[in-house]
């Protein structure tokens, strides 16, 4: 009789993990919305200039002409003393030289313009950040779920917030074969770093953090429910001692490694929390009780001489 309440819940638990076994899920990288601002100044100027003539011109000569004159002459020859009367003609020539004239006219005409512009302008950037979920699947496989590779998701030109709709996503087949979909989509990331002096010493302490929001939703494919959804926090730490002029420089791998790990033990735990997921029986019990921790501030550290 005891043998058989030993048994019972064991076998629950195969059970279980036969149902989850035959479940496929298909967890997609995490989207994120990105607005870029970038400063920008222009400065140009061009001119024109454009020149017309008119020219007038009259040839040189001479004008000649000639005209004819009649008169009446009545006169007595004082020599000859002769009485001469009748009439006579007396052609006149008209020789007149003129010069070449000449004349011209020029127009111009001169343009000229500046322009001079400065300000700010906004890009959105429609992407997915990549390899931050591969502890998050390695998590479900541990729990009995079989994965479904996802696509990358592409931003077209002119992209809106049509790229955050998993639901055509699924409507048009991108993660065919998946009983689950674990959509994420990045709410917020932050880097901060500090130097903090270590008293009674000439080392200081230099830290460096990642902090990363993402909001998560669980949707069944067969009905196109939310089963579940969560936000969590993740954070990447890459700490180092060394003097004043200290020329280390943050690894961003190790703080998006550590990150990573820490994000799928956060979605690990609010998936138990929703009840998609069953805890193992050995799995440990968080206490709302404060737990020691160690931290290397400079406050909590000591200089041994």
């Known amino acids: 009789m005891k043998l058989a309440h030993l048994l ?18 298909a967890v ?61 003609s007396e052609k006149s020539r008209n020789d007149v030289a003129f010069q070449a004239k000449s004349n011209s006219v020029y127009a111009s005409n001169n343009q000229s313009g500046y322009v001079k512009t400065y300000g700010d302008k906004v890009r959105v950037q429609y992407s997915e950040l990549q390899g931050m979920s591969g502890e998050v699947r390695a998590a479900l ?20 917030d049509e790229f955050f709709d998993v639901v055509n996503r699924v409507k048009t087949g991108v993660y065919a074969g998946a009983d689950y979909v674990l959509y994420g989509v990045l709410a917020g990331m932050e880097t901060t770093s500090t130097r903090n002096a270590i008293q009674g010493s000439d080392v200081f302490i230099y830290k460096n953090e990642i902090n ?19 936000t969590v926090m993740a954070t990447g730490v890459d700490n180092h001692l060394d003097g004043p002029q200290s020329t280390y420089i943050p ?21 138990y929390d929703q009840g998609f997921l069953t805890k193992p029986a050995n799995a440990p019990v ?20």
């Open 28 to 88: 997609t990288d995490l989207s994120y919305k990105k607005e870029i601002r970038e400063s920008f100044y222009f400065e140009a100027s061009d001119s024109k200039s454009s020149v017309s003539a008119a020219n007038s011109f009259q040839a040189s000569g001479h004008d000649r002409s000639s005209s004819e004159a009649s008169a009446s002459v009545t006169g007595a020859a004082t020599r000859n003393a002769a009485y001469v009367s009748g009439s006579a």
């Open 8 to 25: 019972i819940p064991v076998l629950l638990a195969l059970q279980c993990a036969n149902v989850s076994a035959q479940q496929q899920i």
């Open 141 to 160: 496989i541990k729990a009995g779920y079989r994965l479904i590779q996802t696509p990358p998701s592409v931003a077209k030109p002119g992209q809106t």
């Open 212 to 230: 990363l929001a993402v909001d998560y939703s669980l949707i069944e494919i067969k009905s196109m429910r939310t089963v579940a959804a969560f």
């Open 251 to 271: 690894s961003s791998a190790k703080m998006m490694s550590t990150a990573s790990k820490a994000l799928a033990e956060e979605v690990l735990e609010k998936l």
């Open 286 to 305: 968080k206490s709302n009780a404060p737990q020691p921790t160690y931290k290397d501030e400079p406050g909590t550290l000591k200089v041994f001489k």
